[in-house]
């Protein structure tokens, strides 16, 4: 069974940084697309950022110039590094592994970690 594990959370303050990891087990996770969503209380789930397996990057216009996202295929690891964090970024932090290019579009696929929460005070 494919296992996705999230960590990395915590508290921060506005302005500071963070970087979360995505481990996925039981994969062949090179050839896997990976995208990081996250859910603030009351909102639907959001997609913000991906990566393809060739390394091709996408990012919500919200988190544009602040987080970058990358990929260690031999850790078979994800990382979401948020700088310049911000209220607004509180959510939790959710990892999908497999899913689908639909165009440009990330489309999630079958797994998905727990989450890690995140928590940026003002």
């Known amino acids: 069974q494919v296992q996705v594990a999230e960590s990395g959370g915590g508290l921060v303050q506005a302005g500071g940084s963070l970087r979360l990891s995505c481990a996925a087990s039981?994969?062949?996770?090179?050839?896997?697309?990976v995208g990081w969503y996250r859910q603030a209380p009351g909102k639907t789930r959001e997609l913000v950022a991906d990566?393809?397996?060739?390394?091709?990057?996408n990012y919500a216009d919200s988190v544009k110039g602040r987080f970058t996202i990358s990929r260690d295929n031999a850790k078979k690891t994800v990382y979401l590094q948020m700088n310049s964090l911000e209220p607004k970024d509180t959510a939790v932090y959710y990892c999908?592994?497999?899913?689908?290019?639909?165009?440009?579009?990330?489309?999630?696929?079958?797994?998905w970690g727990q989450g890690t929460q995140v928590t940026v005070s003002s």
């Open positions: 999908n592994v497999g899913g689908y290019y639909n165009g440009p579009s990330y489309q999630g696929g079958a797994y």
């Open positions: 039981r994969i062949t996770f090179s050839t896997n697309a």
């Open positions: 990566i393809s397996w060739r390394d091709r990057t």
